[in-house]
């Protein structure tokens, strides 16, 4: 059964840090995998989904890598924001099996 | 491009009372997702729809929940009757592929159900 987890669990920085969120699982034999972001009260907000055949996606200030054989996902956020405090989560699809979430990260960007 | 519609937001009900949530897929999506959502968790699925056909309930209470999905387009899940445990967000999601692997995968804004 795959499981995802996600460390830290909750991260605290001063805007304008550069950030890495990770993301681990357990059953490498995936098809895609997809960052969100949740604020309070809302639903999720896809970020950047990295397909099968890719390593890597960028999208402005954030950059996901994957890497299956290891089981892992880092989102790299840069020049944090105010604005970027959210909870992050990372979803893996098991070839169709349906996405299972990782529990988030809640981060606090510190003006 | 209208995104994933829910309603209600929010509902309060009373223990054993029953209680549905409907959900409206991006257009063009065949494939549905109902999601739980407790506090400080991910979501985890109840049950995943491609166009009509329930391909993935294995999660789902069946003893309380019900879900349908009429012509492929809107669904609705239902809770009869709801128990305090049952408190949580319901979110719903649609993709646009199915087969070895799902598309991105987009969410709506959730339900939060509160039993009293």
């Known amino acids: 059964k795959q499981e995802v987890t996600q460390i830290p669990a909750a991260l605290s920085v001063p805007e304008g840090e550069n950030l890495v969120l990770n993301c681990s699982f357990t059953d490498s034999a995936i098809y895609n995998l997809q960052w969100f972001r949740q604020d309070p009260g809302k639903g999720l907000t896809s970020l950047l989904l990295i397909q099968s055949s890719q390593r890597e996606q960028t999208s402005g200030r954030l950059n996901a890598s994957l890497d299956k054989s290891s089981g892992r996902s880092t989102l790299y956020i840069a020049a944090s924001q105010p604005g970027d405090s959210a909870t992050y989560l990372c979803?893996?699809?098991?070839?169709?099996?349906?996405?299972?979430f990782g529990p988030g990260t809640r981060l606090s960007v510190l003006p | 491009e209208a995104g994933v519609v829910q309603s209600p937001r929010y509902k309060i009900i009373e223990k054993k009372q029953p209680v549905a949530f409907w959900c409206n897929p991006i257009?063009?999506?065949?494939?549905l997702y109902w999601y739980l959502q407790n506090l400080g968790q991910g979501p985890e699925l109840l049950i995943r729809?491609?166009?009509?056909?329930?391909?993935?309930d294995s999660q789902l209470p069946k003893d309380r929940f019900s879900a349908e999905r009429l012509k492929g387009v809107d669904s609705t899940l239902k809770i009869q009757p709801a128990e305090l445990g049952d408190s949580a967000v319901y979110l719903c999601?649609?993709?646009?592929?199915?087969?070895?692997?799902?598309?991105?995968?987009?969410f709506g804004e959730g339900s939060r159900l509160t039993v009293l």
């Open positions: 979803a893996v699809d098991n070839y169709g099996q349906n996405f299972v």
């Open positions: 729809y491609e166009n009509e056909e329930a391909v993935d």
């Open positions: 999601a649609s993709s646009s592929l199915a087969g070895d692997g799902t598309g991105e995968l987009f």
């Open positions: 257009s063009g999506h065949n494939t």
